[in-house]
Structure formats: C-alpha cells, structure tokens
C-alpha cells in the first residue's frame, strides 16, 4: 500500500510540473497530461461534409501517454502547412496522418526530403473509411479548385476489407458520407458542438472517464509489442470495383495512384495482388509492409519512427 501511495504521489507531481509547463509554453492551451482534464473540445465540422473531427481553433489534439500534444492543422483541418498548388497530395486513415509521431517524424515528411517537392498530407485520424477519401478528393480537386502534380490514395488492409461496412454511427453533432447500395448519400449533421470550452461538468465527465489508472495502463499498452500472429483476410472484389469507379466518376481530371498497403499488422489480404483495375484513371498498386517488422509498431497498431521509415522506402516509387 505504501508503494501505491508513492507511486500516485509521484503522478501528481509529475502532472502539476507538467501543467506548470505547459501553462507557460502553451498558456490557456495547457491540460493536464495524464487524466486530460482540461482538453479543449472536439467538435464535427458541419460545413465539411467528409466527416473528420476537427479542434476549436484550428488544432488538433494528440494523447500521448506522457502528455498532450497540440498540433497545428491548416485551414482544411489537415496536419499539414497550407496545401500548395502541385506537389503530391496523399490521402488516407490514420497511418497517413502519422498517429503518434511528430510531423517531421512522418513518412510524407520523409518523401519530401528524399524528392524535394512538396507532399500534402491529408491523412485523418478517428473513424475514416474509404467513402470519406472519395468525398474529400472530390471536395479539394474540383470544389477548393486546388491543383495537383499527383494524388495517392492509400488503403489499409482492415479498409479494404470494410469497403461499405465501417461507417460512424448517426451522430447529431456529426456529418459524414457513407455508401448506400451504388451510391454516395450523406448524412448530415442537425446540431453543432462547436465551441471554446468545456463546462464544469464536461471537464468532471472527461475526467471520471480517463481515470488515473486507465490512463496509467495505457502508458504501459502504447509501449507493448505489436501482433506477431499473421492473419489472412478476405475481400469482396465488388467492393473495391466500386470504389474504383466511383473515384472514375468524378472526373478529377487527373490520374489517381490507389496504393493497398498489404501485411500491415501483418493483415494479410488473401488474392490482393491478383485484383486488376480496369479504369485508365486509376492506378492500382500493392506494396506488402515487411513481415519480419513487427516491432515497429506500437500498441495502438500505428507505425513508430523507424515503422514510418519503411513506409517512406516502400511508396518512394509511386510518389516519384
């Protein structure tokens, strides 16, 4: 019991040094780094209607175990500087976004190193699903008018396998595309949770669900080993035909580079290479995430430094 006791004494003190910290560096944008007691509010763009959480003031808040991060995010949400005319814009889930990592950790600051042109990174973090990729394309090519030199759309394997199936759940404070049948529908969002700070009783909610010791645990989760076991899946051919033509129908009028990132978590897709795209508007290719690398993974399933890396090495071809 004594132990116990010491160890939360020293928790709190290492939160109060943190927020004394913070409070300096970040002023009125410091929180309490273990239980998150004072994060700023999240809130469902209801004028985007690709569905992509989004942070009051244009931020966007990252949970490290040791700390919250805040990052800056451009003028379309996106963990990026503004989106420049050409250069390369990559679109996909959370493994774009580089979840966890510092930007210049991650693998689109990697390839714009090694190419010396600009990449883009409109990577989201949360619930993404491929829908929400074709929508956002569409939103910032034909509707933004922005102009690219290229355009990756990455898919991971659990993406592939869910085309269709993994949509957000009806959220009032929440817009969001999803499919139905053959098309492209909406819905859209009937309230706002847009604001500059939580109440009293928000933070109290916030905090009794991010008790110490979850929060304790998940220090220890985020540095566990990755899966070692391998798992083939299945995917419906139909499936990807549709998102496909869909990406077709919208007559970008650029060629898209479709990128399946196979064997990532060492999620095998069953026949993945032998899937051929029929549509001269879209490139289809798979690269295979090596099987031996595992332990660049943390817990969470996202990629570490050295696991961005890799990617980088893997998508140099198609980014070039």
């Keep these: 019991m004594k132990y116990i006791k010491n160890i939360i004494v020293a ?21 309490l780094p273990m239980t998150g007691f004072n994060d700023p509010p999240l809130y469902y763009d209801m004028n985007e209607l690709y569905g992509v959480t989004r942070q009051k003031n244009s931020k966007q808040m990252i949970n490290y175990p040791w700390g919250g991060v805040v990052n800056e995010i451009n003028s ?25 990592m510092d930007n210049q950790d991650r693998f689109s600051e990697l390839l714009e190193e090694k190419l010396k042109t600009k990449v883009n990174n409109a990577g989201s ?20 008018g922005l102009k690219f030199d290229k355009v990756v759309f990455v898919m991971t394997p659990g ?35 847009f604001g500059n700070h939580l109440s009293l009783t928000s933070k109290v909610k916030r905090f009794s669900k991010s008790l110490l010791m979850f929060k304790f645990f998940n220090v220890f989760k985020y540095y566990g080993t990755a899966k070692t076991k391998n798992k083939d899946v299945d995917f419906e051919k139909e499936n990807l035909d549709w998102v496909i033509n869909q990406l077709e129908a919208q007559d970008l009028g ?60 893997l998508l140099l071809p198609i980014f070039q």
């Design 11 to 31: 928790i709190v003190i290492l939160e109060i040094l943190n927020l004394g910290y913070a409070v300096i560096t970040k002023g009125s944008d410091a929180f």
């Design 76 to 100: 379309f949400g996106f963990r990026d500087d503004e989106f420049d005319q050409g250069g390369t814009l990559v679109v996909g889930n959370s493994f774009v976004e580089g979840f966890g």
């Design 125 to 144: 973090g949360g619930v993404w699903t491929p829908v929400q990729g074709i929508v956002l394309v569409k939103h910032l090519l034909k509707e933004k």
């Design 159 to 193: 993406e592939v396998v869910n085309i269709g199936h993994r949509n957000p759940k009806n959220d009032p404070n929440r817009s969001y595309p999803y499919r139905n049948e053959d098309k492209i529908e909406f819905y859209a969002a009937s309230s706002n949770s």
């Design 254 to 313: 650029i060629t898209i580079d479709m990128v399946v990132i196979n064997n990532l978590g060492r999620i095998n897709i069953k026949n993945i290479h032998d899937y051929k795209s029929n549509t001269q508007q879209v490139r289809y290719h798979v690269v295979d995430y090596p099987d031996g690398l595992s332990n660049y993974f943390v817990a969470n399933g996202h990629l570490n430094e050295k696991g961005n890396e890799v990617l980088a090495d």
